[in-house]
């Protein structure tokens, strides 16, 4: 039985030996890891409320020799205290069943605390990994997404009237959130639906790594909101892209990204762009068709895990002896 207890200082030296072992530089680099929990206050220990808990949060895991042989971090969805996402996990090797119980103690921790749904997406080709969670931990696929590169821009649309896009107020949050909810796909609404909270922008906004910029696209008249764009960077080269448009608009796609490639270039001429396409909703089989059409590039498919407080699955697990790397993105 492993021996589980939030990161702290003395426990960094020995996380950074684990994980420079499982996977290498390259990936340390890409993923900009942290290791540091927020420091729990005293007043938050004695009344414990998911709403304290903003920040990502690390717990490491030792055998008997107090051998570190395992790390999870999780983290709150922006403004929805109730949905948490797993966002790393590193395994050293032979340690399958350390990390069902990280799982479990963190589920059981926070499940018992008011969360009520747990998910992370994961890579199609980490079949360890799913297999860990759906039948080591309860979890269940719940649906898929996709990451693709804008390699040409043959959608360009010629004289892109700018001023139709209005830029996104916090007071827009719960319109885009119901727009986000109705294109949900009926089988998904339950884990996947979302709060306007998780649109408003963050506290502080300047002050984060990353920077993100959203419009909505109206209809003049009766105010319906046709499209939703999130422009998001962190190293103002590489930016991600991400829509909001319900199979009736579904026309707009390319005036939608040509407004978002328009906005990016005024920022920096050489850069990537990115979009995300979410399968769940009941656009994505028409964004999917118009990104081949257009030969984007696909760069992941990614299996979005969840688990439902109270709604675990125990089936025979498999045995693994490597190692396990998993840094994940929200969803």
Request: hydrophobic share 40%; charged share 25%; net charge positive.
């Amino acid at each position: 039985m492993a021996k589980i207890k939030k990161i702290n200082y003395s426990d960094i030296l020995n996380a950074k030996k684990l994980i420079s072992v499982v996977c290498n530089d390259n990936v340390l680099s890409y993923r900009r890891l942290f290791f540091l929990s927020v420091p729990t206050t005293h007043l938050q220990n004695l009344f414990f409320s998911v709403y304290l808990r903003r920040l990502p949060e690390t717990y490491v895991a030792f055998d008997n020799e107090n051998k570190l042989k395992g790390l999870i971090t999780i983290k709150a969805q922006t403004g929805n205290p109730y949905k948490w996402q797993i966002k790393r996990l590193f395994l050293d090797k032979n340690s399958y069943d350390t990390g069902k119980q990280l799982v479990d103690y963190i589920v059981a921790k926070f499940g018992a605390r008011g969360v009520d749904t747990f998910y992370l997406s994961v890579d199609d080709n980490n079949a360890e990994l799913i297999e860990l969670f759906i039948k080591g931990c309860g979890f269940r696929a719940c649906s898929s997404e996709s990451l693709w590169a804008v390699s040409n821009v043959n959608f360009l649309v010629p004289d892109l009237d700018e001023k139709a896009f209005k830029t996104f107020k916090n007071e827009d949050a719960n319109r885009v959130a119901e727009l986000y909810n109705e294109n949900l796909n009926s089988l998904y609404k339950y884990s996947l639906s979302k709060e306007y909270g998780e649109f408003k922008d963050k506290f502080l906004q300047g002050l984060h790594h990353d920077i993100d910029f959203k419009y909505i696209l109206e209809d003049e008249k009766n105010k319906i909101i046709k499209a939703f764009v999130e422009i998001k960077t962190f190293d103002n080269t590489n930016y991600f892209v991400d829509t909001i448009i319900p199979n009736q608009y579904m026309d707009l796609f390319p005036y939608v990204l040509s407004f978002a490639l328009k906005k990016i270039t005024k920022r920096n001429k050489n850069f990537k762009m990115y979009i995300k396409n979410r399968k769940y909703l009941s656009s994505g089989d028409l964004a999917e068709n118009f990104f081949r059409e257009n030969r984007f590039e696909l760069l992941q498919n990614n299996t979005i895990l969840v688990r439902d407080f109270f709604k675990s699955v125990k089936e025979e697990t498999t045995d693994y002896n490597s190692a396990i790397v998993f840094s994940g993105y929200e969803v």
